[in-house]
């Protein structure tokens, strides 16, 4: 009977508490400067990237597997956007192909909108009549099939036939560096700002600002915070995320005392209500020490806790500027379950495999250049832990698996099973025989699952889906 997978792990490498490690790290541009902007993940297996190169005004796609290896490249004339919204230079639409923002009109003032299919091609460039922006611009799809743009301080909302819709302007000297779309159907932008402007008291908050915006293009309200001694070009939200209740994590890089006191750049989590009023908040920063920025997306943790990733950015009077590669895990509680710092660099976004584990792009680290350095991806996770004598005692088949599974006992004695998630929350108990046994897993929801034996100290990785 054929295994699909079999994997032996020790239930404790999957604890809150202990750190991943690199599993494989590719570089795909030794030449030039250039950095991971963004990174999607299209299926289990497949990943696109799309990269800016800020030197010689080109752009590159790349589809990768979740091993890193190359399934295509596609090298462009024009550039995407490459030091805003590190995350959201490229999107999937409905209609499962790729956008991206460019500079590939005849007029050198509009922006282009890409259209690309499955293989790199490039289907359709649209000129839209809208002043183009290099520095901060963001795009993402929309749930009516349309796409939903940003330059510096203005929203313009396209319909399927990328046909404006409307367009929203805040203050000029705001600048929005990330759009999201809410269960609502409404929008959230954020990104460097003060709201009511006219109100001097506010501009004390800080400036961390996001708006959110209904479907017609109105602005329902309105926020910033911060650190009151913040500079404000060095303090803005980079991403932001909405929890399953309904409430906001944002993450804001600020150069501000936030509580620690420190005058390093640091990444402050911010959580919000639903009216944008703050409700917690964790400052990043491992042992009081390098302080951080982040430009990836917040991933979502199926116990509550969320992942990011952060590249250091701290100076002291004895020392240089050191960017470092950096994945943080906090708790459903905001604190710190671990802190794991790989090499020097830049992350520019993550996503999460189908495994549980994290794929990070960026570059690596220039001193002569902020942001630059060599394209590169690396594989975040825990490595499985093989046992020869262990294979023929225990195994589970079909993985994955929708409605049941069955696990073959060859001890010589039966055996207790435990069901854990990847939070190590005990799912599910049965006592099972020495031969084959059927488990009903059909009320479990889809992810990543572990089958332990604790009297034979066996654990096999499974996922439901």
């Known amino acids: 009977m054929k295994i699909l997978f079999l994997f032996l792990f020790s239930i404790f490498m999957f604890s809150q508490s202990t750190p991943p490690s690199i599993l494989w790290e590719q570089t795909y541009a030794d030449e030039g400067l250039r950095g991971g902007t963004s990174l999607l993940r299209v299926n289990n297996n497949e990943f696109v990237l799309a990269s800016g190169n800020s030197n010689n005004n080109s752009s590159t796609l790349i589809k990768l597997d979740t091993e890193g290896e190359l399934i295509w490249e596609q090298n462009l004339i024009s550039s995407l956007n490459y030091f805003g919204a590190s995350n959201q230079n490229i999107t999937r639409g409905q209609d499962n192909l790729y956008y991206t923002l460019a500079n590939n009109c005849e007029n050198s003032q509009q922006i282009s909108i890409q259209q690309f299919d499955d293989n790199g091609s490039l289907l359709e460039n649209w000129c839209l009549p809208i002043d183009y922006l290099f520095y901060y611009s963001c795009i993402i799809s929309t749930n009516d099939g349309g796409l939903l743009i940003s330059l510096q301080h203005t929203l313009t909302k396209l319909n399927a036939q990328k046909e404006i819709q409307w367009t929203v302007e805040v203050h000029p000297d705001n600048t929005f560096t990330n759009l999201l779309q809410t269960s609502d159907g409404h929008f959230l932008a954020v990104g460097s700002g ?140 905001n604190t710190i379950a671990w802190d794991v710092s790989f090499t020097d660099g830049i992350i520019h976004d993550i996503e999460r495999t189908s495994e549980g584990d994290y794929i990070a792009v960026g570059s690596d680290f220039n001193p002569s250049v902020f942001g630059s350095g060599s394209l590169k991806a690396m594989k975040i996770g825990w490595e499985p832990l093989s046992t020869p004598s262990f294979e023929n005692s225990m195994s589970l088949y079909p993985n994955p698996a929708q409605d049941f599974i069955t696990i073959k006992n060859n001890f010589s004695e039966n055996q207790t099973v435990v069901i854990y998630n990847v939070a190590g929350q005990t799912i599910m108990k049965q006592e099972i025989n020495q031969n084959e046994n059927r488990l009903n897993i059909a009320q479990l929801a889809n992810g990543i699952y572990f089958v332990h034996l604790p009297e034979s100290k066996t654990t096999l990785k499974w996922i439901k889906g």
């Open 194 to 333: 003060y709201a009511n402007r006219d109100e001097t008291e506010e501009n004390l908050l800080g400036s961390c600002y996001f708006v959110k915006i209904d479907t017609n293009g109105n602005i329902l309200w309105e926020k910033n915070f911060g650190a009151v001694n913040a500079f404000s070009n060095q303090e803005y939200i980079s991403t932001a995320i909405e929890l399953p209740n309904g409430n906001y994590l944002l993450s804001c890089s600020t150069s501000g005392e936030v509580n620690n006191g420190n005058s390093c750049i640091n990444v402050w989590m911010v959580t919000t209500d639903t009216n944008g009023n703050i409700v917690n908040n964790l400052t990043l920063t491992p042992n009081g020490t390098n302080g951080g920025t982040t430009y990836s997306k917040i991933i979502l943790e199926p116990d509550g806790g969320y992942v990011v990733g952060v590249f250091s950015n701290c100076q002291s009077p004895e020392s240089n500027i050191v960017y470092t590669f950096r994945l943080i895990k906090a708790t459903a509680n």
